[in-house]
């Protein structure tokens, strides 16, 4: 899959999981910050999206310290995804 | 018992806000949905992750703690069912992802006691935070809870609720289970002689509630919940009811029943009517509401509306008395055949 078609798949599938009313998946810029100050995401939002990267992906993040460095953005996880992904 | 000073009510009907009840909102492929509104107030961060029935909830009590002096000292919510569309969303997770990695919001939203417990966060009340699950007296219990705290201690105020959703879950169950009708019906086929079950409702009343009679919307002054399949068990009780909360040779204003289209359970209203005679006016609700375990909270709603407005709209009466102001309502319905409830709700001493 090519990478903007998996930024394309992995932002319809932030917004499926977290159920985000008012943002469509066009809206998230790939560098927007996924909590905090850009899409607003909290620390329950973090264990769905850990959990959109195991059904969805096949990958398994054990190690909190990693998730963070991961969670970023789009950019961040589609870069991880690709590297990682075992479906 | 306790005086009712504000009340709120997301139904299938205009009962939120701009309230509209003489306009009549059809039931949907036998649903009656609730009207939901933009829900002003509540975080979208959290409002995005409630199941309807905290929704609802949620959405009808917010107005009522944000506008009530004094924060209440408890909150007491009648469901019968809860979230049970989130429930079953998270138990079809365990089989969908072969009892992998489950995420918690579906579950956490979905029990029972959400409700309450996200107005109690929402709101930052501390205070007695409870849910009670009782089927067709989960608001019923509320109620006597209530009454029974502010017996206890004088001078307190409580929000109590009632508040049940439709899910698909329980529609196709209770429908399967001969509940709700097989044929398609409107508002004013529901009442149709012969026909069995009735059709589902959903919705959500809330009201503030103390001791004090100032400024309050009304009364409400005696509840009696029983469990009977006899009719004349029925009766006897709603007769000692009227005899015990009545001043003797007095009757209620108006007869709020909770008939639901059911010829089954057509009796149980009949022997009521029969007993509070024929001059008195009779409303029915269900052609509004649809049917549900907590849908006697719409009632009491219903009930302080109608004596605040000393009025009720010509689509909810059955049978209409010589002019007569509503002052004393009597509410009677019952769940399933099985669980009966009366209630008497009045004009506050000050009005």
Redesign the interface.
Known sequence: METAELKKQLKEQIVKFLNLLSVKPEDIKDDEPLFGEGLGLDSIDSIELIVLLSREYGIEIKDPKEGRKILVDVNTMVAYIEKHRTK | MFYIHKTTCISPQQTFSAVDIEHLNEPVNNKFQAVEPSYEGIP??I???MGKAVRLGVGAAMPLVHHSTQPPDGIIIGTSMGGLEDCIKFLNQVIE?NE??????NFVQSTSNAIAGQLGLLSKNKGYNITHVHRGFSFENAILDAAMLLKETPGTNYLIGGVDEISSYNYNIEYLGGWYKKEIFSSKDLYTPGSVASIAGEGAAMFLVNDQSTGAEAQLKAIHIFQTEDIATVGNQLRQFLEKNLPAGEKPDLLLSGENGDSRFLKYYTTCETLTGNDITIARFKHMMGEYPTVSSVAVWLACEIIKQNALPQHMLKSKSPDRDFKNILIYNNYKGLQHSMMLVSKAENQ
């Open positions: 979208p961060g409002l995005r992750r992802y992998g990695m489950l995420t918690p919001t």
